[in-house]
Each structure stands twice: as C-alpha cells, then as structure tokens.
C-alpha cells in the first residue's frame, strides 16, 4: 500500500519582533507568476534561454486602446505619439504605429529608426537638445515637426529654411512652473519669465517658419495629475496670445509624457499600485483645462501625447534563474539572480515586483536580491519579503516594459533575447540574443596584436 | 432611549510614551449614552498595549502595513469582517488614511462604513501642499518647501532661517539649528516615512492645538482648543488644558466650511507674540488627546459614527474651558500565553 | 549530537521562548517538527529518515533545509554550541 505523501516546506524560525516597528506587519504571501498571456514562463526559458525579456503584444495593444479611449472620448481630436527611447525594438514600435501612433524621437539615430519603420516623416515629432546640423537638415527635408529647444537650434533652422529654401513645421518646447519639484527648465524656453514668448516672436517674424505646435514635459513619472492641469492651462493661454497678436491658429498642442506606471518608486511609502494616477485622471486634468481655456472652440489644437512608460512598462517582464542562495554575514538571506541591473537598469528608481516563476513556499523571508555582476551595486532589491528559492529556480520580474530594453549595458556578459507574445501566445524573437560574434564583429585588431605567446 | 448596538474596528492601539489615538477614541465610544460598541482592534505589532486591554478592546486582529498595498489590506478587513460583521472602521493613522480612502466604496459595498475626509481633502492639506493651501483658504501658514535630497536643500538654504522645521511625510518633526542636522534629521525621517521631506520656517510663539470634527457640508460638529501644558522630548503632549479663544474656533470654523472638512482633524498652530495663528499642520484624523474633549463635553469619537452611520447629529456648541489632562504611564502586567497567542496566530 | 538550550520553551503553537534572553520566535509546522525531534534526542540520518517517510521531499534537498535551518538556530542562539560539529 502507498501512502500519499504531505508536500514538504521548508523549515523556518522567526524572531518575533515586539517593540519597534518593523517594515512587515502580517507576513505576506508572495503570489508566484507562472505563466504570462497563458503561455508558460518556464517552458520560455527552456526555448530562449535564461534571462529573458517577454512582451505581451496584447498588454500594449490593451493598454494603448485604454489611454486613447481615455483622452479620446474626453476631446475632439487626440493623437499619441511613441516615445522611442522608451522601447525602440521595431516590433515594439511597430504594434503602436499599428494602433495609429506617430513617432517621437530624440537624435539622429531614433529619427532614421524611424525612418525606417517606414512611419512617413510628416508624422515624427523630432526633440530633445540632440540635433545635429545634418538632423536637422534631413527633418527638414521629411517636413517632419521639430520641437525648438532652444535658441541656437531655433536660428539655425531659420538659417537652413533660407539656404534649402524649405519652409520647416516647428513647434517650441517650453518649460513651465507646474507648483511640482523638480523644475525640467533644463529642456524649452520658460513660460514664466517671457522666453517662450520671446521665441513664439522671433519665429512668426522670422516669417521663415511654419509654428505648428507647443509642445511641453514637464517632468517623469508624475503621480501628480493637477501639474498636467496647470501646464496645459499655461500652454493654452501661449496658444490665445499667439491668435490674438498674429491672426496665427496653432495646429497641435503637444503635452508630452511622464505618466507613472504601477511601479513603486524607491522611497515611496505606498506601492505605485495604489499611487498611480489613471489614464482617466490625465486625461480628465489636462482635457479640461484645454476645454475651459480662452481658445475658441472651433479652433481647438488637436492634443498630442508622448506618453511612454505608462504604456509599455506593465507589458515587459524579465524572467531568469537563480544562481545560489546564502545567507550575508548579519543573518539576512541574499538571492543571486542571473539577470541584474545590467539588464534592469530601472532597479535603481524601483523597488521592482519580483516573483517566483512556481509556488515554492508560503513562507518568506528578509532577502537581499543580488543580479550576477562582480560588482558591489548589482542590487535588484536591498530588501524585501521573498521565498528563499533554490538553486535553478525560476524568478519573473513584471513591469519592466519602459526603458530597459534601451538603457541595458553589454557588460560582463551578453544581452538576452527578446521575445514577443502575439496575440494567440504564439512566441517571437523581436531581439536575437548576443553572442560572441556580435560584439568582436564591431572589434579591429591592429596586426601587432593579432598574435602573442604565453 | 435604546442605545444603537454597532461594531467598531479601530487602529492606533499603540499607547506608549508616543500614543496613538485608539485607546482615547475608544473611551470615548464605551461612555456614549447612544451606542453601544463592540471594539475590534487592529494592531500591526504584538506589543501594543490595547491588544492586551480587554476591558476596552474586544477582539484585536494583526493587520498588514499600509505600505503593503491595498489588497492585502482589504483580504485582511475581508476576513475581520466575515468573523466581526464591522459596522464603523477608524483609521486612527495617517498613513492608513489613503488606504482606507481609495478602498471606501469597496468597504461600503462589505457593509462597512467610514467617515473620512475626501481625497481631495486629504491630498491639498499635506505638508508639502500647505503653501497653496494657506494661500486658498487665506490662513497663515509658515513657509515652505518639499525636498527629495539633500542637494534640493543646499538650493534653498537661502530662502530660509535657521533654525527650519524638518518635517516627515506623516509623522516626525524636529527642529534643525544647522545643515548638518537638517542633514541627520532628513535621512532619519526618510528612512521611515520616505519622501518628500518637508523644510518649514519655524515660527517662534506656543504651540496650541484644535480637536474637530466636520460633517462635510461644511458645518463644524464640535471644536476643542487646547495648550499644551507640557511636552516630552518626543514632542508630544504630556498635559494639556482646555481653552477659550474664539480666535482658534472662528479660524477652525472657516477651515471646516471652506474645505467642506469631512471627518475628524486636528488643527496645528502657533501662536506668535503679536497674537497671529499660524497653521503649521492639518491632520486629518482624531489626535490622541481627543479624550480632553469627551471629557470636556464633546464626545467626538461618538459623533463621527454616528455620522458614519448616517445619523443626524446636532453640533456641540460649548465645552468645559480649563479642563486639564496629564498623560500618565502604567505598567500592565500580561501573561506571555496572550502575547504567544497574538504574535503567532494575528488575533487575540 | 544537537542539543536545545535547556532555558528554551517551545509550545505546540511553534511559539519559542528563550527564557535565558527574553527572546522569542515563530516556527513553522516543519520547523517545529524537526525542533521536536531535535529535542528527543534524534540525530540527522533518524530526522531524515521520519520526514521524508512523511514528506515529499528527496533527501539531498532535504538535507539543505535541515543544515540551513540548523545554522539558523544558532545564530538564533537556540542550540548548545559544544559537544558537535
């Protein structure tokens, strides 16, 4: 006769804390994530190979349709645009052209990815204070929308309209007191000391430049949704100055990024889960003060967002294996994971959401969760409540959609590949994993070094 | 008159050298003339005292940390609910208080009901926000600014006089004569209550204090006034006296109807030597002296159930002036059987 | 042979009291198994052998837990340090 045996659990003893408070009231059970758009985390990593970035086509395509319903079903006329330096794999870019994105970028490279991509260059936003002469030359020559930055980019361009007789669509950026710290005033010409002004000026007597658009960002991961209110107020009050002194009716009002995803920043008291603004409050802040402002109805900027990180980042999940477990010298248990803040670059503003990939054990303890590196930062978590996993276990990292598939380092060891999960879990390779000959196909060996004796 | 029988589950059971509202609130609940209460404390450490005081607390639950999130708040109050059936919940923490408020229609669907200010409320009275809050409401307000770093101080040192306020996001304050014990005094508070970190201008003058009670339509239920007699090291108040100054109340009237004040407060301010009010600090919650004003002839903690539970309640139009509290210490004697049984099962 | 300090109480509920310190700790419904056995005067192979007729678990795996756990105890103070290893 065989007995059924009762499932084992490892043994733990606890000190009982009385008197000062700890960060744990009620230990917490840590839900394991298994699997992802109902495809198996484990059964990925057998395919692809540990780590692994896994998107989910469908939590882009859903959360895209959520932020365009939000904005879309509060103002007439709504149109994002993607932020490239947020994810720019092609597939990636390619499911939000799909949705009706245009493309935002911030150099030279990101414009020709654009490019690329075949996204028309009437339709990409260029920004940011890195364009070169021949960026500019070649945005021009695509009609492509550039955000002045500042004063010697907004000569140059009238310079480049007289020598390539070409009349270039610009918007200016400005930088706006919201009452929120810190102050971006290192991008854009400032509202409140008349700058902005001064630049919308120059521009319409220039006569060389067609204004299309204001365009503003006021910081990144806002959780603050009244900053959004007060910069789309100050920008509509640019937009009726400019009509009432020029006759001149802005094509676009541009409000950028910055939304907060889910996840928690370092330092905050509560998890970015309950923090975070909705789409529906940003929508509804900077919706309405467009709708309440001095500009005539009929004369309404369509509304361009930029947003980023809040519509990528609950998309992405970086799954792995553990490499060993040990205990530091003060008692607390310490997880080394194969994948660290090479590929989480993000671990250093968040307390990432990390999770067992199979149910291991009810039971958790203080853990500090070390990445691979021999590097003393490589910290994916300095503490938290976690299961003590084994050797060869499986861990899942969520939200990590938004910057880290372009921040990463090739350091120590290669990048992981990047798959996609379509819409029926099937699995796509969108970025090949590295390997030796990716990175010496960049080397030259001068002759002198080709050979040596040991 | 039959009293109305009602099941309070309440937090703040922490009543040390640094109290927290529960024990007081309770008082005030058992010696209503209207309710009849059932006290179910909620406690996130094994050794607060109100766990062990079964002549005022009933049944008291291990609760998960704020910090945690909503969830595991909710599954916690979930399973309270099934064993208790809560009809009132008091969050007597501040740090609860957005917990309990982004979960208020979930809890109303359970059956559970709070009285709390809106999140509105909640959000413009913080520390960081009190600036534009004084400049809304037309109160003094001492100035100030939220830091996130000690680089953010070096850039505004200049605005201020030493010595400034270092404030905590909930809780904390200590008063910094130079940068380097702003500099102790914002790690030590960010360490445990995370950021921002708020600089104040200290206002020189006393310190008196308003226990009140709005009834969100912009009507004051009842208001206390109060003067610290004596302050411990921690800052808190070891006695205090009731008050009569029409001065405190006239400005509390004007907060509770401007705001529309929903829920009970404590009013901070100082009083300089010209006779100014300054408000240094909203706190949206019951203070742990509220007991004065039971005493004194509010009984506040009764009135906000009976608003939560949706009762009529004719404002308190006067209080004893001169009524006096001394805070005392006593140590309880518990067997280490109640402590086991808290400390490993979450309830006792 | 390991040995519980004798000044330490251990109940059914997994409550530990070390009443030399004035400390105390949680087990859980494993840990307090092997702390019983620990306690009767069991040594590795015999711990081994009643859990895993009772468990599911392989004995190399097994053998981690214990000697994990056991490191732990100490450092907790809970185990006489004489007369092992």
Same mark, same amino acid.
């Given at each position: 006769?065989?007995?059924?045996?009762?499932?084992?659990?490892?043994?733990?003893?606890?000190?009982?804390?009385?008197?000062?408070?700890?960060?744990?009231?009620?230990?917490?059970?840590?839900?394991?994530?298994?699997?992802?758009?109902?495809?198996?985390?484990?059964?990925?990593?057998?395919?692809?190979?540990?780590?692994?970035?896994?998107?989910?086509?469908?939590?882009?395509?859903?959360?895209?349709?959520?932020?365009?319903?939000?904005? &879309?079903?509060?103002?007439?006329?709504?149109?994002?645009?993607? &932020?490239?330096?947020?994810?720019?794999?092609?597939?990636? #870019?390619?499911?939000?052209?799909?949705?009706?994105?245009?493309?935002?970028?911030?150099?030279?490279?990101?414009?020709?990815?654009?490019?690329?991509?075949?996204?028309?260059?009437?339709?990409?936003?260029?920004?940011?204070?890195?364009?070169?002469?021949?960026?500019?030359?070649?945005?021009?020559?695509?009609?492509?929308?550039?955000?002045?930055?500042?004063?010697?980019?907004?000569?140059?361009?009238?310079?480049? &309209?007289?020598?390539?007789?070409?009349?270039?669509?610009?918007?200016?950026?400005?930088?706006?007191?919201?009452?929120?710290?810190?102050?971006?005033?290192?991008?854009?010409?400032?509202?409140?000391?008349?700058?902005?002004?001064?630049?919308?000026?120059?521009?319409?007597?220039?006569?060389?430049?067609?204004?299309?658009?204001?365009?503003?960002?006021?910081?990144?991961?806002?959780?603050?949704?009244?900053?959004?209110?007060?910069?789309?107020?100050?920008?509509?009050?640019?937009?009726?100055?400019?009509?009432?002194?020029?006759?001149?009716?802005?094509?676009?009002?541009?409000?950028?990024?910055?939304?907060?995803?889910?996840?928690?920043?370092?330092?905050?008291?509560?998890?970015?889960?309950?923090?975070?603004?909705?789409?529906?409050?940003?929508?509804?802040?900077?919706?309405?003060?467009?709708?309440?402002?001095?500009?005539?109805?009929?004369?309404?900027?369509?509304?361009?967002?930029?947003?980023?990180?809040?519509?990528?980042?609950?998309?992405?999940?970086?799954?792995?294996?553990?490499?060993?477990?040990?205990?530091?010298?003060?008692?607390?248990?310490?997880?080394?994971?194969?994948?660290?803040?090479?590929?989480?670059?993000?671990?250093?503003?968040?307390?990432?959401?990390?999770?067992?990939?199979?149910?291991?054990?009810?039971?958790?303890?203080?853990?500090?969760?070390?990445?691979?590196? #021999?590097?003393?930062?490589?910290?994916?978590?300095?503490?938290?409540?976690?299961?003590?996993?084994?050797?060869?276990?499986?861990?899942?990292?969520?939200? !990590?959609?938004?910057?880290?598939?372009?921040?990463?380092?090739?350091?120590?060891?290669?990048?992981?590949?990047?798959?996609?999960?379509?819409?029926?879990?099937?699995?796509?390779?969108?970025?090949?994993?590295?390997?030796?000959?990716?990175?010496?196909?960049?080397?030259?060996?001068?002759?002198?070094?080709?050979?040596?004796?040991? | 008159?039959?009293?109305?029988? !009602?099941?309070?589950?309440?937090?703040?059971?922490?009543?040390?050298?640094?109290?927290?509202?529960?024990?007081?609130?309770?008082?005030?609940?058992?010696?209503?003339?209207?309710?009849?209460?059932?006290?179910?404390?909620?406690?996130?450490?094994?050794?607060?005292?109100?766990?062990?005081?079964?002549?005022?607390?009933?049944?008291?639950?291990?609760?998960?940390?704020?910090?945690?999130?909503?969830?595991?708040?909710?599954?916690?109050?979930?399973?309270?609910?099934?064993?208790?059936?809560?009809?009132?919940?008091?969050?007597?923490?501040?740090?609860?208080?957005?917990?309990?408020?982004?979960?208020?229609?979930?809890?109303?669907?359970?059956?559970?009901?709070?009285?709390?200010?809106?999140?509105?409320?909640?959000?413009?009275?913080?520390?960081?926000?009190?600036?534009?809050?004084?400049?809304?409401?037309?109160?003094?307000?001492?100035?100030?600014?939220?830091?996130?770093?000690?680089?953010?101080?070096?850039?505004?040192?200049?605005?201020?006089?030493?010595?400034?306020?270092?404030?905590?996001?909930?809780?904390?304050?200590?008063?910094?004569?130079?940068?380097?014990?702003?500099?102790?005094?914002?790690?030590?508070?960010?360490?445990?209550?995370?950021?921002?970190?708020?600089?104040?201008?200290?206002?020189?003058?006393?310190?008196?204090?308003?226990?009140?009670?709005?009834?969100?339509?912009?009507?004051?239920?009842?208001?206390?006034?109060?003067?610290?007699?004596?302050?411990?090291?921690?800052?808190?108040?070891?006695?205090?006296?009731?008050?009569?100054?029409?001065?405190?109340?006239?400005?509390?009237?004007?907060?509770?109807?401007?705001?529309?004040?929903?829920?009970?407060?404590?009013?901070?301010?100082?009083?300089?030597?010209?006779?100014?009010?300054?408000?240094?600090?909203?706190?949206?919650?019951?203070?742990?002296?509220?007991?004065?004003?039971?005493?004194?002839?509010?009984?506040?903690?009764?009135?906000? !159930?009976?608003?939560?539970?949706?009762?009529?309640?004719?404002?308190?139009?006067?209080?004893?002036?001169?009524?006096?509290?001394?805070?005392?210490?006593?140590?309880?004697? #518990?067997?280490?059987?109640?402590?086991?049984?808290?400390?490993?099962?979450?309830?006792? | 042979?390991?040995?519980?300090?004798?000044?330490?109480?251990?109940?059914?509920?997994?409550?530990?009291?070390?009443?030399?310190?004035?400390?105390?700790?949680?087990?859980?419904?494993?840990?307090?198994?092997?702390?019983?056995?620990?306690?009767?005067?069991?040594?590795?192979?015999?711990?081994?052998?009643?859990?895993?007729?009772?468990?599911?678990?392989?004995?190399?795996?097994?053998?981690?837990?214990?000697?994990?756990?056991?490191?732990?105890?100490?450092?907790?103070?809970?185990?006489?340090?004489?007369?092992?290893?």
């Amino acid at each position: 006769m065989t007995m059924n045996k009762l499932t084992f659990e490892r043994p733990i003893i606890q000190r009982i804390n009385a008197g000062l408070p700890s960060k744990y009231g009620m230990p917490r059970h840590l839900e394991p994530l298994s699997h992802i758009d109902g495809v198996s985390i484990e059964s990925l990593l057998q395919e692809f190979g540990s780590p692994l970035f896994i998107l989910s086509e469908q939590t882009i395509r859903k959360t895209y349709r959520e932020a365009y319903r939000a904005f &879309s079903s509060r103002y007439p006329k709504v149109q994002f645009s993607w &932020s490239y330096k947020t994810n720019y794999l092609n597939a990636v #870019c390619n499911i939000f052209h799909q949705e009706g994105a245009w493309a935002e970028v911030v150099s030279g490279f990101e414009f020709q990815k654009a490019l690329a991509n075949g996204v028309p260059g009437e339709l990409i936003l260029f920004n940011g204070p890195d364009k070169s002469t021949e960026d500019l030359r070649i945005a021009i020559q695509h009609q492509s929308l550039i955000h002045i930055d500042h004063f010697d980019e907004l000569y140059e361009i009238i310079h480049l &309209s007289k020598e390539m007789e070409e009349r270039p669509k610009v918007a200016i950026r400005v930088n706006l007191d919201t009452g929120i710290y810190p102050l971006w005033d290192r991008f854009g010409f400032n509202f409140e000391n008349g700058e902005a002004w001064d630049a919308i000026n120059r521009i319409m007597t220039s006569q060389k430049l067609d204004l299309v658009g204001l365009h503003t960002h006021i910081g990144t991961y806002m959780l603050s949704t009244d900053a959004y209110r007060i910069a789309a107020t100050k920008l509509a009050s640019l937009a009726v100055k400019l009509e009432r002194k020029y006759g001149h009716i802005l094509q676009y009002i541009d409000m950028g990024g910055g939304f907060a995803s889910k996840n928690t920043l370092k330092g905050a008291y509560y998890p970015g889960t309950d923090t975070a603004p909705s789409f529906d409050d940003f929508a509804e802040a900077i919706t309405s003060a467009l709708m309440t402002s001095d500009i005539k109805p009929d004369h309404l900027p369509m509304l361009i967002l930029e947003t980023g990180r809040a519509l990528i980042d609950d998309a992405g999940y970086l799954a792995g294996t553990v490499l060993a477990t040990k205990r530091l010298s003060d008692g607390r248990r310490a997880t080394i994971l194969d994948a660290g803040v090479n590929l989480l670059f993000t671990s250093f503003w968040y307390d990432h959401d990390v999770r067992p990939v199979a149910p291991i054990s009810d039971q958790s303890e203080d853990t500090t969760i070390f990445g691979p590196l #021999c590097m003393n930062i490589d910290v994916i978590r300095s503490n938290m409540m976690f299961p003590l996993l084994k050797k060869g276990d499986r861990f899942v990292v969520r939200r !990590v959609g938004a910057y880290n598939m372009t921040q990463w380092m090739q350091f120590i060891t290669f990048r992981p590949a990047v798959i996609l999960l379509d819409k029926e879990g099937n699995s796509h390779v969108i970025r090949k994993r590295e390997n030796l000959e990716t990175l010496n196909s960049q080397e030259l060996i001068p002759d002198h070094l080709q050979k040596f004796d040991l | 008159m039959e009293k109305i029988k !009602v099941t309070v589950a309440l937090s703040g059971l922490n009543n040390i050298d640094s109290p927290g509202p529960g024990v007081p609130v309770i008082r005030g609940l058992k010696e209503s003339e209207l309710l009849d209460v059932r006290i179910i404390g909620l406690a996130y450490e094994n050794l607060e005292p109100g766990i062990y005081m079964h002549e005022l607390v009933d049944k008291t639950y291990k609760v998960p940390y704020p910090s945690d999130g909503v969830e595991p708040f909710l599954d916690r109050i979930r399973y309270v609910h099934e064993q208790e059936n809560i009809g009132v919940l008091i969050p007597n923490f501040d740090s609860e208080l957005f917990t309990v408020m982004k979960s208020e229609r979930i809890l109303k669907e359970m059956g559970i009901r709070v009285f709390l200010p809106t999140l509105q409320q909640f959000e413009e009275r913080h520390k960081s926000n009190l600036p534009e809050f004084g400049k809304k409401y037309e109160v003094k307000v001492p100035y100030s600014e939220p830091i996130l770093n000690l680089q953010d101080w070096r850039g505004i040192e200049e605005k201020f006089n030493y010595p400034v306020v270092v404030k905590g996001k909930f809780y904390d304050a200590h008063i910094a004569y130079d940068r380097e014990q702003v500099s102790i005094y914002f790690n030590k508070i960010a360490a445990k209550w995370g950021l921002p970190i708020v600089i104040q201008e200290f206002i020189r003058g006393t310190e008196v204090n308003v226990v009140a009670m709005g009834d969100g339509k912009g009507n004051t239920i009842g208001a206390v006034p109060m003067r610290k007699t004596y302050i411990t090291d921690k800052g808190k108040a070891w006695g205090g006296i009731t008050l009569k100054d029409s001065a405190m109340l006239e400005l509390t009237d004007r907060v509770i109807s401007q705001t529309r004040w929903r829920g009970g407060m404590e009013l901070e301010l100082i009083r300089t030597a010209k006779q100014e009010l300054y408000l240094i600090e909203i706190n949206p919650r019951l203070p742990a002296w509220v007991y004065l004003a039971v005493a004194s002839g509010q009984n506040l903690p009764e009135a906000l !159930v009976l608003l939560a539970l949706g009762q009529e309640v004719k404002p308190f139009d006067e209080y004893e002036v001169g009524k006096l509290f001394i805070r005392y210490s006593y140590d309880m004697i #518990c067997d280490l059987k109640a402590f086991e049984k808290f400390s490993t099962t979450g309830e006792l | 042979m390991l040995k519980l300090k004798s000044n330490v109480a251990i109940s059914e509920s997994g409550f530990v009291f070390d009443a030399g310190a004035g400390d105390s700790f949680s087990l859980n419904a494993t840990g307090l198994e092997i702390v019983q056995l620990i306690q009767a005067g069991k040594d590795f192979p015999e711990i081994l052998q009643i859990l895993s007729e009772k468990y599911e678990v392989d004995p190399e795996s097994f053998e981690r837990y214990f000697y994990d756990f056991v490191a732990t105890l100490k450092q907790m103070n809970l185990i006489e340090q004489d007369g092992e290893d």
